[in-house]
T-cell receptor, first 112, second 112 residues
Framework: GDSVTQMEGPVTLSEEAFLTINCTYTATGYPSLFWYVQYPGEGLQLLLK?????DKGSNKGFEATYRKETTSFHLEKGSVQVSDSAVYFCALSRDTGNQFYFGTGTSLTVIP | NAGVTQTPKFQVLKTGQSMTLQCAQDMNHEYMSWYRQDPGMGLRLIHYSVGAGITDQGEVPNGYNVSRSTTEDFPLRLLSAAPSQTSVYFCATGWGGGNTIYFGEGSWLTVV
């Protein structure tokens, strides 16, 4: 079945460091891929998405590229800020279904 | 524009009690769903609906009941609460077909 695997945390970085959070997926067909972010005490918010192979999603300095050959959708940011501290979830969905499949989440803490 | 509204935000129940978590959306979304979030397990789908009068089970439906009588509302009922149902519950809505889903702020439920 469909599934998402993302790197376990927690991740702690200094401000202005480079961030990578790995995400790989298993799915039949051509899923859409998402990154959601959850700030403390809040619901999940869409960060970025990509709907087909080689698409790059980007938002707020974060980027992720849909790599079908490696079934990956790694999240990157060149220079993290304290305000980026949150839990990040990778997810997939398929246009033929109505379910989303989420990874277990990666907690990021950025220290000044 | 309220988006997705969940009530209550916090609730403590005794084992065996029943209660209903409310979810309302004002975006005219066809798709509505309930997830539970537990440490180390990410988000797991409980039930979902693709329109008024249509509901289906997700990954972890046991102990929960849903109905969809209107487009706007999708209540989640706990029939006889158990400590294993202590969790954070999120309602999420969207257009379906793999498109982006939008989350409420969550309901923290403790069963003692």
């Amino acid at each position: 079945g469909d599934s998402v695997t993302q790197m376990e945390g927690p991740v702690t970085l200094s401000e202005e460091a480079f961030l990578t959070i790995n995400c790989t997926y298993t799915a039949t067909g051509y899923p859409s891929l998402f990154w959601y972010v959850q700030y403390p005490g809040e619901g999940l918010q869409l960060l970025l998405k990509a709907t087909k192979a080689d698409d790059k999603g980007s938002n707020k300095g974060f980027e992720a590229t849909y790599r079908k050959e490696t079934t990956s959708f790694h999240l990157e940011k060149g220079s993290v800020q304290v305000s980026d501290s949150a839990v990040y979830f990778c997810a997939l969905s398929r246009d033929t279904g109505n379910q989303f499949y989420f990874g277990t989440g990666t907690s990021l803490t950025v220290i000044p | 524009n309220a988006g997705v509204t969940q009530t209550p935000k916090f609730q403590v129940l005794k084992t065996g009690q029943s209660m209903t978590l409310q979810c309302a959306q004002d975006m005219n979304h066809e798709y509505m769903s309930w997830y539970r979030q537990d440490p180390g397990m990410g988000l797991r789908l409980i039930h979902y609906s693709v329109g008024a009068g249509i509901t289906d089970q997700g990954e972890v439906p046991n102990g929960y009941n849903v109905s969809r009588s209107t487009t706007e509302d999708f209540p989640l009922r706990l029939l006889s609460a158990a400590p294993s149902q202590t969790s954070v519950y999120f309602c999420a809505t969207g257009w379906g077909g793999g498109n982006t889903i939008y989350f409420g702020e969550g309901s923290w439920l403790t069963v003692v």
